[in-house]
């Protein structure tokens, strides 16, 4: 018997459920494009059958980072960039949980920059979501790694000589296994990503744009945006690597010349780290925290580890 | 100094071989009854360099490496240079042989390989005149031929073994029951026939003028030989550790390395990952979802481990932390040891640091203690650090294999079941009050729920929270919390100072009104220094520290009230533990002189028996060891 119940429970989920009691209401700037995330979540989870006890959303710091003190699941708030590997061993330790790792860009791409390019490339079976606003929000303004080429800033005020990162692409090459960019003004795809990527055996990388009103002068709406899956122009096909790859660099250029380009960009269905640590024996997969709820288990213990040293 | 004891230093190059060389030997001379102690020395370099390996054996215990030694096996080093590295580097073939002739003692025993080095060298080392004055017995082994004839160059250090063996009288049988357990087939027949073929042809071919003899001793019960790190490894498995994460750096490795080649086979996980950052990370994700959690590193990789650290202690999320020490600041000596990040693991990481700390001072104290830290860690739901060294990780030591023979301790500590959590208190969205100041809890303990269990949400965050976890920056409630986690610290000493045995060790003449102090791994050759100064007629009392924080205050209060003047003996230069003292008890500055040591080798007992009597003499005369002399500060 598990001794931890809620995981796997099928029941009726209501939205409702994952709106906190305490602080109902995001303290958020108005318009800001962090709500679309949470909207977006708060849709998805009880769409994909999960309930808040055995969801771990884990942030990092930074107006996103606040994201799971108004969405009602288990949460980590952790320290600035360093979400995913925290999120990353809690579903090693307990794989039954539903685990979303989730932060800004300037935490996921910046100061957490190592750990989102090993988190990929090991393939943790989990959701990345970055609320990608191109700048540092929670510190009022300053360029980030996804501010444009030129962006002023407190900090950069001669505007920055620096071109911004692609996350997609870097994402990519790092070995995610589910690609995606939705943006804030577009709540159906957003849920709809949102619900792949939890669905998806392996991790699943969503870049969000998320408009800032309040720091980011040009007050960037990501409007008119488009779906590519949707629309004609754009053929492309999401399993294969180099198409994906162009696709990419292209939506990545374009952000910066006025075009807002959303959808899917890759699917992989390569193993996932943990199944690929249980088949190499590095692993066993019974999870480890039921280890410690089962009163029959019999400890090893270093005594039988003796014979080497005799 | 003991007459029956054998030091026998094992040298050459790094990569020739020599731990395992050494490592087997001290077996042997283990089965054969000794007790044995091992001390390695080496160069951060995977090729060439000075590398030794010294055995300590004696019948009874030993737990230092004792002062100088008495037989050299120098095996000449085999990754000696070409003849352009050789004009920069010098000749590095004689190294092992030139290298080591300061410390061995008079009436020692020095054998070289002949096959290795040139004649011409050793003549210049003036060998022959120094062996004379200092009554020292030489002899020549061709033992790279010996190899060559039955065998490969590499099984030099089989011949070397047959001849000490010879030499001291000692048989072969658990020598050779250690090379057939060690060794395949193919190579294991060469082997034991060098090992004879050497054995007999220094008997022939030597008339023996040393008195050393191998002593002979008797063990009641089966012992194990191992090092500090496997003990704290140890430790960590027999408290259900089952995951650990890190990143490769001197000396951490070690105990990284045993619990990554044992994990998997005891239904855990291992994971070396991008950086330390990450590892305590990785350590704080498993432990929040349930599991029994580590990670550690050195110095610089435990640098980068403060944040999380501190996210540790704000969310009270239990974990054990190991710190490795070595030589620093910066990259410093990274094979070297030294005592110079007590006062880093104690406080860093921002805001005013909650955890525990132990510094152990053997091998057994390292299982101990490590056991100890995960109780601890997750009944107290704070973390735990098990600072040690170099010098403690890499030592080996024969322990009595009783010892290990105990009930594991897998226990979660203050964690609830999800029947237990119906009647717990909640908040109106169904919050479990994870943060919850308890009154009736004695130990200032809120107990944990875990991710997935129903009924036990919470939020973790190292922002300032109300019992629910919700952030709150009301000042009240900050104050409450706030005393919550830093009572705890309270409660544990109370705990450790009625529940346990004292994690501090005393030693010497209870009489005694002159004390020496120490912490960690230089308890040895302390403990050795006060039984030496005892049977030199000399009054002193010795104690090892532990308990870093809580501090010990009572137990420190009491040895300090009894003597008029104690000695800090620690290895580092600004005299940290001495610090710690003073400003725990906040006072006894006037009685604390520091002796000192920061050359990246660990004090030998007579540095310390030196280092008392220029005290007690308090003339202007200078220790002759690379040591210094603190004098007391006042308050
Ligand atoms: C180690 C560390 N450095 C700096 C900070 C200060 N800080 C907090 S949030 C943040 C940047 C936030 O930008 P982003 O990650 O893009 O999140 P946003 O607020 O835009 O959602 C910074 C620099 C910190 N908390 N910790
Ligand atoms: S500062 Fe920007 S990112 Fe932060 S809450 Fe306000 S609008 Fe949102
Ligand atoms: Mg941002």
Known sequence: ?310 | MSDNELIWRVAGGSGDGIDSTSQNFAKALMRSGLDVFTHRHYPSRIRGGHTYVEIRAAPEEVQSRGDGYNFLLALGDSFARNADEAAVYGNEEIKPLSENLDELREGGVIVYDSGFVDEEDVAELNLEERAEENGWHVYPVDLRGLAKEHGREVMRNTAGVGVTASLLGMELDHIEELMEDAMPEKILEPNIEILHDAYELVSEEFEFDHELRVPEGDHDEEQALLSGSNAIAYGAIDAGCRFIAGYPMTPWTDVFTILSQNMSDIGGIAEQVEDEIAAAALALGASHAGAKAMSGSSGGGFALMSEPLGLAEMTETPIVLIEAMRAGPSTGLPTKPEQGDLEFVLYTSQGDSSRVVFAPGDIEEAYEQTRLAFHIAYEYQIPTIIVYDQKLGGENKNVPVSFFDREPDPSLGSTLTEAELEEAAHDASGKFHRFQHDPDNDAGVSPRSLPGQKGGRFLATGNEHSPGGHIEEDPTNRVIQMERRMEKLEHIREALDEDHPSNQTYYGDETADYGIITWGSSHGAVAEAVERLNEGGHSVKGVTVSDMMPFPETEMTEFLESVDEAMVVEMNASAQFRGLIQKELGRFGEKLTSLLKYNGNPFEPAEIVEGYELHLDGGDAEPTAQVRIEPAAGD
Request: aromatic fraction near 10%; glycine fraction near 8%.
């Open chain 1, 1 to 310: 018997m598990s001794a931890f119940n809620a995981i796997g429970e099928s029941r009726e989920i209501d939205r409702d459920e994952f709106t906190p009691g305490l602080e109902p209401q995001p303290t958020w700037c108005p318009g800001c494009g962090d709500f679309s995330v949470l909207k977006a979540l708060k849709q998805a989870l009880p769409e994909v059958g999960k309930s808040p006890d055995e969801v771990l959303t884990v942030t990092g710091i930074g107006c996103s980072g606040k994201l799971n003190s108004y969405l009602e699941t288990y949460g980590f708030h952790t320290i600035h960039g360093r979400s995913l590997p925290v999120a990353r061993a809690a579903k090693l330790a307990n794989p039954g949980l539903e685990v979303i790792a989730a932060g800004g860009d300037g935490d996921g791409y910046g100061i957490g920059g190592n750990h989102f390019i090993h988190t990929a490339r090991e393939n943790h079976d989990m959701t990345y979501i970055v609320f990608n606003n191109e700048v540092f929000g929670l510190t009022k303004g300053q360029t980030s790694p996804t501010s444009p080429k030129g962006h002023k800033s407190k900090t950069q005020p001669t505007g920055s000589a620096k071109s911004p990162l692609r996350p997609l692409s870097l994402a990519l090459t790092s070995g995610a296994s589910y690609i995606a960019r939705t943006a804030a003004v577009n709540p159906n795809q957003a849920k709809e990503i949102i619900k792949e990527a939890i669905e998806h055996d392996g991790f699943a990388h969503v870049d969000f744009l998320t408009q800032c009103p309040t720091w980011n002068k040009d007050a960037r709406q990501y409007v008119p945006y488009v779906d590519i899956q949707e629309s004609d122009d754009y053929e492309f096909d999401r399993t294969d690597r180099q198409e994906a790859a162009e696709m990419m660099y292209e939506t990545e250029s374009a952000l910066y010349e006025g075009t807002v380009l959303t959808g899917r960009y890759y699917v992989d269905d390569r193993p996932t780290y943990a199944e690929e640590k249980i088949a190499t024996g590095e692993m066993t997969d019974t999870p480890i925290v039921e280890q410690y709820f089962d009163d029959d288990r019999e400890w090893e213990r270093s005594y039988d580890l003796l014979d080497r040293h005799k």
